[in-house]
């Protein structure tokens, strides 16, 4: 019971120092000079994972106030996406944190809607987990989409790739099979694919979170990151993927911060950080994490 009630007032503290350095402006989106580091994903049950837990909390420690924005469809692909884009479609769940860490949900929205609601300083694009790694499948509708977003988004936001990582040694995902049920050849080629669009794109930006997951398996972590073979796992998995955004996004070295889910060792906690530090500094191949 001491140790739920020290998180719970661990989190309400960072809330409300996020608030205050925020000046309470979570409705001034118009203002650039608020401070409010805004970030909208447009993705699916991976952006979910990555995004939507604790990158908040670890910003909020770091003394950043932040609003996150995910543009929610389980299983989106980027073609998806893009007729969704093409015919305005309204099919999509935004779920939103704001500064002060609460969510709200709206259903049947569009990315019209959403691109609109805030001055992003960064929009992120990501494919569906099972195209991942086969690059035709983003050559041509990613530039397309990203063409869309840019018509709609401020001048200064910066696009971001999400590289999504391999599926679980044991998983029964029906697209395994893309990658020959074997999670090496998997993660290397969404390495290969991810890089590809973003020379094609010339997006500078790839938040390397797949490299990080496989940092965390030569650990004791190994695949304890994923909660079915293919979803990061509540606790530990989805902690590695915002530790590795924390880190692109802000600039800020995660390791040593204080935060981390309950459930979560410290050892684990350092494992985590070291997984994702390591991807940062090396987006593109696995490092082994001691």
């Known amino acids: 019971m001491k140790t739920e009630f020290r998180n719970f007032l661990k989190c309400s503290i960072l809330a409300l120092f996020c608030l205050v350095a925020a000046g309470n402006v979570y409705a001034q989106t118009e203002d650039s000079n608020d401070k409010v580091i805004r970030i909208l994903a447009i993705g699916n049950s991976f952006s979910r994972d990555a995004v939507e837990q604790y990158l908040h909390e670890l910003a909020c420690e770091e003394g950043i106030p932040v609003v996150i924005g995910n543009m929610y469809i389980g299983g989106c692909s980027l073609q998806k996406h893009m007729t969704n884009a093409q015919k305005n479609k309204r099919a999509y769940q935004y779920r939103k944190i704001g500064v002060d860490g609460k969510m709200i949900e709206m259903n049947e929205t569009s990315l019209e809607t959403a691109i609109k609601d805030e001055s992003w300083d960064f929009?992120?694009?990501?494919?569906?987990?099972?195209?991942?790694?086969?690059?035709?499948?983003?050559?041509?509708?990613?530039?397309?989409?990203?063409d869309y977003v840019r018509a709609l988004a401020?001048?200064?936001?910066?696009?971001?790739?999400?590289?999504?990582?391999?599926?679980?040694?044991?998983?029964?995902?029906?697209?395994?099979?893309?990658?020959?049920?074997?999670?090496?050849?998997?993660?290397?080629?969404?390495?290969?694919?991810?890089?590809?669009?973003?020379?094609?794109?010339?997006?500078?930006?790839?938040?390397?979170?797949?490299?990080?997951?496989?940092?965390?398996?030569?650990?004791?972590?190994?695949?304890?990151?994923?909660?079915?073979?293919?979803?990061?796992?509540?606790?530990?998995?989805?902690?590695?993927?915002?530790?590795?955004?924390?880190?692109?996004?802000?600039?800020?070295?995660?390791?040593?911060?204080?935060?981390?889910?309950?459930?979560?060792?410290?050892?684990?906690?350092?494992?985590?950080?070291?997984?994702a530090h390591a991807a940062i500094k090396r987006p593109n191949k696995i490092s082994k994490i001691k």
């Open 123 to 146: 929009i992120s694009f990501q494919q569906k987990s099972g195209l991942s790694g086969i690059y035709s499948s983003w050559e041509k509708y990613l530039p397309m989409l990203m």
């Open 154 to 275: 401020p001048e200064k936001t910066r696009f971001v790739i999400h590289q999504t990582w391999a599926y679980a040694e044991d998983s029964d995902h029906s697209d395994f099979k893309n990658y020959s049920n074997d999670q090496i050849i998997m993660y290397n080629a969404i390495v290969d694919a991810v890089g590809k669009a973003a020379k094609l794109t010339k997006t500078k930006t790839v938040i390397p979170c797949g490299t990080a997951i496989q940092n965390a398996r030569t650990t004791i972590l190994k695949d304890m990151t994923t909660r079915d073979g293919y979803h990061l796992n509540l606790t530990v998995g989805r902690y590695i993927a915002a530790c590795t955004w924390f880190e692109k996004i802000f600039g800020k070295n995660v390791i040593g911060k204080q935060f981390a889910p309950k459930g979560v060792t410290p050892e684990q906690r350092a494992l985590a950080q070291k997984s």
